[in-house]
Nanobody
Framework: QVQLVESGGGLVQAGGSLRLSCAAS????????MGWYRQAPGKQRELVAT???????NYADSVKGRFTISRNNAKNTVYLQMNSLKPEDTAVYYCAADDRWVTAEGMDYWGKGTLVTVSS
């Protein structure tokens, strides 16, 4: 199995930037797609961005052009560079990973989250 640990959350002003990191450990070779999700106060968890092992990315419309997801396979780490942050981006951000050997739909592993707060 895979363990995911997020870091890099914090408090920033609107218009600022923040970089989140997610370190993966365990059976790394079984991970293909990884991504970031977020849950804002009073809202359900939503997809932010995903990236495949081959580098193909997908973004939510709300963050497209502002956020960039990337991964360093040598370090078993996925990143989320967040620029031009808005108060609406305030949420707990979760790292997730899909196990290529698990047939269940959706992500199979989840981190515990890191809080991002954007002040107006």
């Amino acid at each position: 199995q895979v363990q995911l640990v997020e870091s890099g959350g914090g408090l920033v002003q609107a218009g600022g930037s923040l970089r989140l990191s997610c370190a993966a450990s365990g059976i790394i070779f079984r991970v293909n797609r990884m991504g970031w999700y977020r849950q804002a106060p009073g809202k359900q968890r939503e997809l932010v961005a995903t990236i495949t092992s081959g580098g193909s990315t997908n973004y939510a419309d709300s963050v497209k052009g502002r956020f960039t997801i990337s991964r360093n396979n040598a370090k078993n780490t996925v990143y989320l560079q967040m620029n031009s942050l808005k108060p609406e981006d305030t949420a707990v951000y979760y790292c997730a990973a899909d196990d290529r050997w698990v047939t269940a739909e959706g992500m199979d592993y989840w981190g515990k989250g890191t809080l991002v707060t954007v002040s107006s």
